[in-house]
């Protein structure tokens, strides 16, 4: 007989087996293996979810959406990205799609399921940036097909990244965005218009010129040694190709094909490839020659919501006398009908208004050279004050234009052409929220712990409920006043135009509604609460107890050691694949000195967390005193923010006006296919670091020329940096970096257990290593080629490393990953900005009491999914042992 339980008495259960797990495996549990057999197995198909989408999209499409907002999802702060959401309870719309939108619209449960749409304004870093990630996002929740608005070109980036941006189940379309053409759909109509620089057409071809002179040195040059098995040469141009398969370890394969796929690519040992044939070339790379990047087209957006019928006004049709019944549908529906008296009621008299559709305008004016474009641009002022119908007439101006173009006097005098009703808002570096409370939160809970290890973050550009803004009060305010405090509703005379932050920055989720009435919301944008993360944490049961007895041990510890102020690590991502509230994909810091930084691999959104620590003004200090950048492997979660940090620490240069040599870049060979395919198609960053490949820094087989590896070494204060390969994907390094001062630090990238890596990082006094997975998942972490915990503390052990700091934890492990009696006294657990100096070290471990304290919600629900993991596991063992008995017999 089956038992059946239900919902909550099956997590009494589980709370029950997780108080005595050790006790559990002897447990008779035959009628629950029965009960779990039972149940629904998750989870539904990525197919299942398309064809679902696609019929609720069909019914919906009859309809005009009666609510639609506007919101800011990325504010374009400094470090933050800049991207406004349009939904409706229908659809939804994406402009600009800047590093690190992504992680925002994961924290703020941003619903990308409908989203089909995203229109782009440049194909700039700073707007496309978070187009791979998100791209996988929306893939994962089932959409089917999503369509780029934007310049031409823009979707080569897709092609791009192919090899470790994987998107098999999402198609990728590109609008037809000519100035004659329109989109259109049941929500919304968008005009496109393109500004040009004002440069002459002779000024243009030299342009184009320079542009193909300049990316053949830069690829020509990039390495001091060449392989044909990375560049190849067609017409006289530089160009290379990369067609590794950086996640085929992580896809099942007929042996027929991985022999294929061995025959054709290089193995993870071999360190070369074979060149690619002059077809292999892709049709972007031909583009590229015509001088797409230098055509330098700004695309603006012109956008109608669709005409919706006025609504029926039920009082209105109780005083006409009109029944209950079909009369008010064909109201509603626009038309007269007569009652059995013979009266004739008119819709227009039971109806309200018709609604002919607000209309907004999304501009980008990236420099005073497309000011005169935009100035005098008729399709711009048939929405200015000079249109023709009130209704022409733009409601809100969206501009992503950068702070310094808008205040020049002609950009100003434009828009003072708007009428006194239009609002503006910018999404530009004048703003300073960063859009995230979580990051906050937790740094105010570890902060408790330890502000050496956990120092408050330099981002202040969030508002706080407890100070007033412009004096830092100490005392709460009241939300709705903070609330209207920080937009500015005021609407400003023509002759005296005010955007809603020209006083004050807007922050994230900050909204305007266009229907069904038309302004800001005053409540929606973030803040931050501060007193509340303290007191939310201070109140846990036991905590203060723990706490107390932490500071304690500390300050007796800290009495015992002499500590240096250099080397610090300051951990930037501590996550896997993609970002969540807490931890960011991987980035490490290591500051050798007060003058000079090492990157450790850079993740999505590293160059923002830099700026989140530090805040704005230290933060460009840091990044002109990185001197170099080391990436371990080609996964996008570990290569992707390379750009976004490139550009960051050149405007920091320019700002602080600092001459430098460029970085030195430390990368798989590879990596040149997709920094030189950027460089071409959309920016210049060629001039920005010069590549030092990692396959020519083996430990004991360096082919890198003595004379520059001397130099580089002695510029970077160290006396060895030595890689191997590691058991991951194809090209994936492990580093260790020698100080000339002694000290040895050794990185492992993403990787399995590797004995090349012991030998490479022996007696080191820190091995950072991966721990991706707890010990009961190893077979899921072979799979993946990742390490558990116990697998990276054994590495440490084998290698005779002083100390051992796991980081690139599964996000499971949110805040803590799973604890076990490999857990030593020199084994530390990293998080998102933990700053550590090296002889800090022996203290860190001190802090777990407290962090189970702290985080005890989280880890209880690990254990109860390793108890439901280990039911699973003996369910199948029960109904698996009929079949062995039958096999013996």
Known sequence: MNIFLKPSVFRFVVLLTTRSYSKYRTFDNSNLNLLLTKMPKEPTHIAVAQKQRLKIKQKSAKY??????????????????????????????????GEGTQRLAHEHKTKLAKLEHIFITQPKWKNIGGLPGTALTIQDVGVPQITLHGPEGLNEIFPATRRFVVIRDLKINMADCSETTTFEDNALRVEYVHLHKSVSQSGLEKDVQASVEQSEAGTSTRSEKKRSSSISSRNGESLVEDDTDYYAHERKKTKRHRSRSRSKSRSPESGRRPAPSAKSISSATQMLLKGFKSEAISMCYICRLQPRPGALNLDKCVKNGVPPGPLLGLLKNGEDVTLGNGTVVKSVDVCEPDDPGPIFLVVDCPSADYLESLASNP?????????????????LVVHFTPKDVMELPLYKRWMEDFTPSTQHIQVNDSNSCMGSTAVHRIQYKLNLL??????LLGDRGTPSLCETFGNHQNKKQKSEDINFANLNLDIAPANNCKTVNENRSIGSLSSYYLRPKKGFDSTSHINLDTQEFIDETMSLPQFSDALKELHQKLQIEKSNYTIRDYPQVLFLGTGSCIPNKTRNTSGILLQISDTKNILLDCGEGTCGQITRFFGQEKANKVLTEIDAIYISHLHADHHIGLIGVLQGRRKALDLLRIEKAPLILFAPRQILAWLAFYDRFFENIKDEYVLVPNGELILNETTFADEKRIKILSNLDMSDISTCLVRHCPNAFGVSITHESGYKITYSGDTMPSEKLVELGKNSDVLIHEATMEDELAKEAVVKMHSTTSQAIQVGKDMKAKHVILTHFSQRYAKLPRFNDNFADNVSIAFDNMQVKLDELPLVPLLYPALKIMFADHYEQLE?????????????????QPKLQQNQS
């Open 864 to 880: 109860h999914k390793a108890v439901k993991r280990q039911l699973k596991a003996e369910r199948q063992a029960f109904l698996e």
């Open 64 to 97: 005009t959406p009666g609510r639609v907002t506007l919101q800011i999802l990325g504010t374009g702060a400094n470090g933050a990205p800049g991207s406004v959401y349009l939904f409706s309870d229908q659809s939804r719309y994406l402009f600009n799609c």
């Open 379 to 395: 399709r711009m002022k048939k929405h200015q004050k000079f249109a023709q119908f009130d209704d022409d007439a733009a409601c």
């Open 450 to 455: 330890s502000p050496d290890f956990f120092p």
